[in-house]
């Protein structure tokens, strides 16, 4: 079983910054892509930032430039620093491990959110 613990959310100004962390339990952190979704009220979860195994980066096109999302496999980490903070980026963000495929079939791992507030 993994768990993955998010912290590093709180109230900023518009643009501010903000760094968050998901550590994980486990031995597979390091085989996996990792992402961070957000989701604000009355809307769906939507990728934010994911990183491959292997350290490729993808990214919403609402955040590119202004967000990095950054891994440490010693470490068991995926972090997310995001700078130059807009109201709209208010949200709760959830780090995800996965997706896993294998002869159990196709599953994920998900945080259990942290909140984030951009004040204007």
């Known amino acids: 079983q993994v768990q993955l613990v998010e912290s590093g959310g709180g109230l900023v100004q518009a643009g501010g910054s903000l760094r968050l962390s998901c550590a994980a339990s486990?031995?597979?952190?390091?085989?996996?892509?990792m992402g961070w979704y957000r989701q604000a009220p009355g809307k769906q979860r939507d990728l934010v930032a994911g990183?491959?195994?292997?350290?490729?980066?993808n990214y919403a096109d609402s955040v590119k430039g202004r967000f990095t999302i950054s891994r440490d496999n010693a470490k068991n980490t995926v972090y997310l620093q995001m700078n130059s903070l807009k109201p709209e980026d208010t949200a709760v963000y959830y780090c995800?491990?996965?997706?896993?495929?294998?002869?159990?079939?196709?599953?994920?791992?998900w945080g259990q959110g942290t909140q984030v507030t951009v004040s204007s």
């Open positions: 990183i491959t195994s292997t350290g490729i980066r």
């Open positions: 995800r491990l996965g997706p896993i495929v294998d002869a159990r079939g196709s599953y994920d791992y």
């Open positions: 486990g031995s597979i952190f390091r085989l996996n892509t």
